[in-house]
């Protein structure tokens, strides 16, 4: 192998590093490796289970896919409604018990966690999990920490080799990004970050205003727009 695509890099982490290559990995991911020699299916989530990656266990068959309805297409597998799942998105979603669906019997893949299938069976395991510390930072310090963090974080993301575009929905998170990368961008002498925003019909005629949301979000969008006209397109 001597290509550079995340693809080729990763078989190649596994192959040097087997289960323990998510231990290695930066970013957001969800990916199968089969393993020929071992017999054995090896899949893996990123730490924060941002991409997603569901599974089921079917008469012996391991059935997986990164979305419900590609798992769905199997003909052994019925969409039957679990209880449990769908009473948890109606009360407190869209907050849910990780590992569920809404579907009896389907799963996904915890996030920070690996799972192999084998003649065995499918077992799972923990690689990752958020610490809680008690913070006593003084205030410079925080807004240091967390201007490095932001900085790195988005820096790191914008590595790719595809084209790049960011949904930008005017919310402070999005524009906080959408900043952060145009200046990368202009200070590194890459292209405009392309942003995209979405908008339905009448929105703003049903628009209220509150103290929660003073403005609907073409305010902020256009904001952000004129603000980095030079810099996105």
Known sequence: MNGHCDTEILLKSYIHYGYEVVKHLNGIFSFAIWDSTKKELYIARDHFGIKPLFYTYKNENFIFGSEL???LEHPEIKPIIDETSISELFGIGPAHTPGLTVF???YELKPGYFGVFDRY???MEQYWKLK????KDDFNTTCEKIKYLLDDSIQRQLVSDVPLGLMLSGGLDSSIITA???NYSKNNGLPPVKTFSVDYVDNDK???KSDFQPNSDNYYIDLMVKTFRNRTS
Do not use: C, R, T, V
């Open 180 to 182: 952060y990368a145009s």
């Open 132 to 135: 809680s510390k008690e913070h």
């Open 121 to 123: 069976g499918f077992k």
């Open 104 to 106: 009896k019997d389907i």
């Open 69 to 71: 309805k590609s798992i």
């Open 206 to 208: 049903n628009f209220k």
